[in-house]
């Protein structure tokens, strides 16, 4: 055996023959054909076999090499030529057997086409006991594993083996080795090393087998299951339809059918019908079904196709608001302009989306925002909606909550469109500037989305899921405060500025609006109660000094009040008509009386240091007055003393203007030694409000003027702005609301800084022809207009 061979080669194309394995060979592949006819004849008392025929030639060999990716390796396995034969189909096969290993050597020559090679056996290494035991236990794996195949021939041959050389070369005939695990096991001649390799795959394989099993038996079990679920489910629905017929309730838990036929968009269509998937298979008893049921529910009620036509009639739309709203000329202007353009828009754009800009209407409370909202929505013809946002805190109140958590809903935006019951209506987000934020997250953030002309055509509610076209909405914002609003969410609407009414145009809406409207709320005639002019005129001015109009619709409906309790006592007698001079029987001695209209000795400004100032609260324009005084050092120290619930930029204000002073006061004639020698108190009167800004400096600044020369600050002079170290006047905002004011206030002369003059151009004709608005630079030329003269006029400074 140690004796070297000749043997014919017949390679094996990316596989692999172990000895003791039986393989096939076909004999229409010339180079078998070959190999085999050679080994025949090669054979003691062989010779070449002609044609095809049948033969038991035992000691007939080839020699089996792997050939891998076109090259021979350096081992085969010698195969005793088993039998030829024909197998079902016609085709002519040689069984061949492995016997044992052999490493290849120098080419041998001989007669025919047969490649022949010297050959060197492998001897193998003595068997131990440790080879006998991994022997025995790769045989119980083979064992197991032809078991559950079901082959039960091959079986009862390896049951026989003993050998555990043998044993180890059973791993060739495994389907799960792949060619490189099987050369590996050819080339091993040490028989615990094969049969650790062999044992190690074998487990792998029998262990996924039997985790495919498993899955395999849970399939069936589940599928079982389901075709039963289906079957059951199938003639619930058929009992369930029967019982609607018979009872007439019909087919209204039939989401199915519903869906089909909403004609819901594709995207919303899909995403409804999964759920209604899921609900056939939840149980009735389930809280899930519930869920489902609710959320198909609101979807089948949004409005997908339904969009309401709009009136392109902007002569008529300027009517409808004129009709509603007396006065804000500017801001229905602004309306009327966003009107046209989306009609313009409409005409020249096929399809696509109408978005436009979303107009924010700031202004103090009562002066008709929410109702110019109305108004609007009537001029296009469209659906009106409001949605109160003041005081929300969470962000799922714009988004919606997730329906994971008990007691989901949509936002409120979703909520809003279902209402309207049109995808285009008039959405009012009503106090934008009065939303919080806290650790549920900030619902001016979610607010971005809506309001974003680029991105609320894909608006993405939590609960719905589903994409939803925000595009053709018409957004309207209303607020109070502009300062509370967030930078990236106020830069997303264009604002329009409700500054107030005018004395006139209060009169206009109380006699055309608000009286009309109380009458009914009443239960009285159109001619049953008269307000003249003149009474509706003094109720803006000396009983409700507001900018809006909510407190004269109060102060009227208190009127109307006392009339019908009069009537109702027998102590008065419709018709009645109510003058000025009847008011104060009805609504008593005025509560706003203008500073100028008091007595000489009464007025604020009839001593030194005090000015009067005019600023911008949350409800409108205001008049405030600055007080001064000075203190002695020994008893009041040198220092500057502020109250009134200041700000920090007033605070700075009140320093500036002490430091202007001090360093300019000679040049205006002004004792600033007392100044630095004295304490200063600076008092804003209503310490209760908090009261800030920069539009306070010249009033502060002439009220220490006024202190220092010991001269009066006239009474019906009311001034704003900021004020320099160098005593320029610098410009502020919000100079139409405080001129508005000044005249409700019965003021007659404003002084602003020169740099303002272009915002007088948004202040009402009849307001600038009743008061006389001086434009200024410096801090003189405010001295000069607002003290009274003295017996020296100030000085020209050097």
Not at 141 to 161: E, F, H, P, T, Y
Not at 559 to 573: D, H, Q, S
Request: proline share 5%.
């Amino acid at each position: 055996m140690n004796q070297t061979q000749v043997f014919p080669v017949l390679p094996v194309d990316d596989d692999v023959v172990l000895p003791g394995m039986v393989v096939p060979f076909d004999l229409a592949s010339a180079e078998t054909k070959a190999a085999v006819e050679a080994a025949q004849a090669a054979a003691p008392g062989g010779a070449a076999l002609p044609g095809i025929r049948s033969a038991t030639a035992g000691r007939a060999e080839v020699l089996l090499v792997p050939r891998i990716d076109g090259e021979l390796v350096e081992i085969g396995t010698v195969a005793a030529v088993e039998r030829i034969g024909r197998v079902p189909g016609g085709a002519t096969v040689a069984l061949l057997r492995g016997t044992r290993r052999a490493l290849l050597g120098e080419v041998a020559d001989g007669p025919g086409e047969a490649r022949r090679v010297h050959t060197t056996p492998v001897a193998e290494l003595p068997v131990d006991e440790r080879a006998r035991e991994l022997a025995a236990e790769f045989k119980s794996v083979v064992i197991s594993l032809l078991q559950q195949r079901g082959v039960w021939q091959m079986l009862d041959a390896v049951q026989q083996l003993e050998d555990p050389s043998a044993i180890a070369d059973l791993a060739g005939n495994a389907p799960y080795l792949d060619t490189a695990q099987k050369l590996e096991l050819l080339r091993t001649v040490d028989v615990a090393a094969r049969l650790e390799t062999a044992l190690e795959a074998s487990k792998a394989f029998l262990a996924e087998l039997q985790v495919n099993d498993t899955i395999r038996k849970d399939v069936e079990q589940d599928m079982e299951k389901q075709q039963k679920e289906f079957l059951l489910r199938r003639q619930l629905e058929a009992i369930r339809k029967e019982l609607g017929e018979l009872d007439g309730t019909g087919n209204d838990d039939d989401y199915r059918t519903r869906v089909e036929s909403a004609g819901l968009p594709e995207h919303v269509h899909k995403a409804a019908l999964a759920e209604v998937d899921k609900l056939e298979r939840t149980s009735d008893q389930s809280p899930e079904a519930g869920w489902i049921r609710t959320w198909l529910d609101t979807v089948l009620e949004m409005p997908w196709h339904t969009r309401t036509t709009d009136v392109h009639d902007i002569a008529g739309a300027r009517r409808v608001l004129d009709a509603d709203h007396a006065g804000l000329d500017d801001v229905k202007e602004r309306i009327i302009e966003y009107l046209a353009v989306r009609q313009r828009r409409a005409e020249s754009t096929v399809g696509g989306r109408h978005s436009g800009a979303v107009l924010a209407l700031a202004g103090p409370p009562g002066v008709g925002k929410t109702s110019l909202g109305e108004s609007v929505a009537k001029a296009m013809g469209r659906r009106f909606v409001r949605v109160a946002l003041g005081g929300i805190r969470d962000e799922a109140e714009i988004r919606g909550h997730r329906r994971t958590y008990v007691g989901a809903l949509p936002g409120r935006i979703v909520r809003a469109i279902k209402e309207a019951g049109s995808m285009n209506p008039v959405v009012l987000l009503d106090e934008v500037d009065k939303v919080g934020a806290d650790y549920r997250g900030d619902p001016t953030a979610a607010l971005l989305e809506v309001l974003d002309p680029e991105q609320n055509h894909t608006f993405r509610d939590h609960y719905l899921e589903v994409d939803l076209d925000l595009s053709d909405v018409v957004f309207l914002a209303t607020a109070n405060a502009l300062e509370t609003i967030p930078g990236p969410l106020l830069d997303r609407m264009e604002l329009v500025t409700l500054d107030g009414y005018t004395e006139h145009e209060k009169v206009t809406i109380g006699r055309d609006h608000l009286l009309p409207r109380e009458l009914e709320r009443a239960g009285m005639g159109r001619d049953d109660v008269v307000l003249t002019d003149a009474a509706l005129s003094r109720i803006a001015a000396e009983y409700t000094r507001e900018a809006g109009v909510r407190d004269a619709n109060r102060t009227i409906a208190k009127v109307l009040r006392k009339i019908a309790t009069k009537v109702a006592l027998g102590e008065a007698e419709l018709p009645v008509t109510v003058g000025a001079e009847e008011l104060e029987s009805y609504l008593g001695r005025p509560r706003h009386v203008p500073e100028s209209s008091l007595p000489a000795g009464v007025q604020r400004t009839s001593i030194p240091g005090v000015a009067t100032g005019l600023a911008v609260t949350g409800a409108g324009g205001d008049v405030l007055y600055v007080e001064a005084s000075l203190a002695d050092a020994e008893t009041g120290g040198t220092g500057l003393t502020l109250t009134g619930q200041l700000g920090d930029v007033m605070k700075e204000s009140a320093q500036i203007a002490l430091s202007y002073l001090r360093s300019r006061g000679a040049e205006l004639e002004l004792p600033v030694g007392d100044l630095a020698e004295r304490g200063v108190h600076v008092h804003v009167p209503a310490g209760a409000v908090p009261k800030d800004g920069p539009s306070a400096g010249v009033t502060m600044t002439t009220a220490l003027a006024s202190l220092l020369s010991g001269r009066l600050v006239r009474s019906d002079v009311a001034m704003t702005g900021e004020v320099s170290l160098t005593g320029r006047v610098l410009p502020i905002g919000g100079v139409k609301q405080k001129l508005l004011a000044a005249h409700r206030a019965g003021l007659t002369t404003v002084v602003i800084p020169q740099r303002n003059e272009p915002d007088l151009d948004d202040v009402p004709a009849e307001i600038l022809a009743q008061l006389d608005v001086h434009p200024v630079s410096s801090v003189r030329e405010v001295l000069e207009l607002a003290l009274e003269p003295a017996t020296a006029p100030l000085a020209s400074a050097a």
